[in-house]
């Protein structure tokens, strides 16, 4: 039997974009991924990390403070209860500590 379920996409709002977004953004992409640290996640620390594919709707002002994007885990075995309406998040580096956007979940899709 074939599962045709499609990946749970949700509505996020980020900031604090470091300049590794903001100069995707310049070049014209508005698609984005990261690995993403749930607050609410505690496998995170423990050797568990999962990617967050981020689109930016439209074109984005990057005048902005905040942006609207939409959010899905890369994964399809990805923790999506991790993506409910007020779950908070921060894309993060390799390094899986540097900071380069923090983000909200505001709907879901």
């Known amino acids: 039997m074939v599962d045709n379920k499609k990946p749970k996409r949700a509505i996020a709002e980020l900031e604090d974009l ?29 050797g568990t990390a999962w990617h967050l594919h981020v689109t930016f709707e439209n074109n984005p002002d990057l005048s902005q403070d905040k942006f609207l994007t ?22 993060v580096c390799f390094d899986m500590k540097t900071i380069i956007a923090k983000g909200v979940i505001v709907d879901l899709k």
Not at 18 to 42: C, H, M, P
Request: glycine content about 10%; hydrophobic content about 35%; cysteine-free.
């Open 18 to 46: 470091n300049f590794q977004i903001r100069g995707a953004l310049e070049a014209g992409r508005n698609t984005y991924w990261a690995i993403v640290k749930f607050e609410s996640d505690d496998s995170f620390n423990k």
């Open 70 to 91: 939409t959010v899905g885990l890369l994964s399809e075995d990805g923790p999506e209860h991790l993506l409910y309406k007020g779950s908070k998040f921060e894309l």
